[in-house]
Nanobody, 123 residues
Framework: QVQLVESGEGLVQAGGSLRLSCVAS????????MSWFRQAPGKERELVAG???????YYEKSVKGRFTISRDNAKNTVYLRMNSLKPDDTAVYYC?????????????????WGQGTQVSVSS
């Protein structure tokens, strides 16, 4: 049974930083694409960043240059470092795992999801 557990939630001021972590259990993280999605109130869940099995990364346009996704396969953990945070980054952030070989924006192409962690950025 795969379980993804996120941590690192917080309330920060604009311009601040946070690091989210997602620990995977049940399967070796190295075999899967790992992505971070977010969902703001009243909006659809959207892909923020993803990282392939070979550590190729993708970033949504609004976070490129501010967010960094990384993985530590030995710790079965994927991270999302968020710098220069803006109020528009306020959302629940979800970690997701896919067995595909590409980073997909389609939610149902991810087999497993974490429970979500809240990020709030004040102006």
């Amino acid at each position: 049974q795969v379980q993804l557990v996120e941590s690192g939630e917080g309330l920060v001021q604009a311009g601040g930083s946070l690091r989210l972590s997602c620990v995977a259990s049940g399967r070796a993280l190295s075999e899967y694409v790992m992505s971070w999605f977010r969902q703001a109130p009243g909006k659809e869940r959207e892909l923020v960043a993803g990282i392939t099995q070979s550590s190729g990364a993708y970033y949504e346009k609004s976070v490129k240059g501010r967010f960094t996704i990384s993985r530590d396969n030995a710790k079965n953990t994927v991270y999302l470092r968020m710098n220069s945070l803006k109020p528009d980054d306020t959302a629940v952030y979800y970690c997701a795992q896919s067995s595909r070989a590409w980073i997909s924006t389609v939610l149902n192409e991810y087999e497993y999801w974490g429970q979500g962690t809240q990020v709030s950025v004040s102006s």
